[in-house]
T-cell receptor
Framework: NAGVTQTPKFRILKIGQSMTLQCTQD?????MYWYRQDPGMGLKLIYY???????DKGEVPNGYNVSRSTTEDFPLRLELAAPSQTSVYFC????????????FGPGTRLTVL | AQSVTQPDIHITVSEGASLELRCNYS??????LFWYVQSPGQGLQLLLK??????LVQGIKGFEAEFKRSQSSFNLRKPSVHWSDAAEYFC??????????????FGKGTHLIIQP
């Protein structure tokens, strides 16, 4: 039981490049989330999904896209990377929503230069 | 809009001493309150949560928190800290009020340093 896994762990992008952050969970959770954590700040919700085929915006969705084709996978797509997207990205999952325990992956540290 | 304030950015405590981390929230209805811990290089882990009932809640790793509605506070405590408690601690409140979105609002975190 691996829990929530994220790849890559680190990535450096140039301005304008695109990339996909991968997230997979093996707990059969219906809810999945993407957060970003800027230095000295709390986590901010980018997008979330309540099940396969259903996604919705969080607090800071601009510049990102998501899809949820399976229960296990919830990739986050960055189009036209900007320095403001330099952050640590966390994927999380839960059964039944954020009022239940969220299980977090180890994070992806992204730098946009 | 809902918000969470953690007034202390850093706290230093000697090993074996007691600990209290402060959390104040602003929320328009009955809040659901959480404390999460983030060890270096790791994702967040739930320590405890409060929904209703007894205002003193017990969590994992010997932590407890007390909900005080009159003070809009949910402070985290531990009677005796261990070196392994050094981490970042986040208070959170939910659900998002209005708009139907799922999610929690997190504070900025308190960095706990343990002195030998």
């Amino acid at each position: 039981n691996a829990g929530v896994t994220q790849t890559p762990k680190f990535r450096i992008l140039k301005i304008g490049q695109s990339m996909t952050l991968q997230c997979t969970q093996d707990m059969n959770h219906n809810y999945m989330y993407w957060y970003r954590q800027d230095p000295g700040m709390g986590l901010k919700l980018i997008y979330y999904s309540v099940g396969a085929g259903i996604t919705d915006k969080g607090e800071v969705p601009n510049g990102y896209n998501v899809s949820r084709s399976t229960t296990e996978d919830f990739p986050l797509r960055l189009e036209l990377a900007a320095p403001s997207q330099t952050s640590v990205y966390f994927c999380a999952s839960s059964y039944g929503g954020s009022l239940n325990e969220q299980f977090f992956g180890p994070g992806t540290r992204l730098t946009v230069l | 809009a809902q918000s969470v304030t953690q007034p202390d950015i850093h706290i230093t405590v000697s090993e074996g001493a007691s600990l209290e981390l402060r959390c104040n929230y602003s929320y328009g209805a009955t809040p659901y309150l959480f404390w999460y811990v983030q060890s270096p290089g790791q994702g967040l882990q739930l320590l405890l949560k409060y929904f209703s009932g007894d205002t003193l809640v017990q969590g994992i790793k010997g932590f407890e928190a007390e909900f005080k509605r009159s003070q809009s506070s949910f402070n985290l405590r531990k009677p005796s800290v261990h070196w392994s408690d050094a981490a970042e601690y986040f208070c959170a409140v939910g659900p998002y009020s209005g708009g139907g979105a799922d999610g929690l609002t997190f504070g900025k975190g308190t960095h706990l340093i343990i002195q030998p």
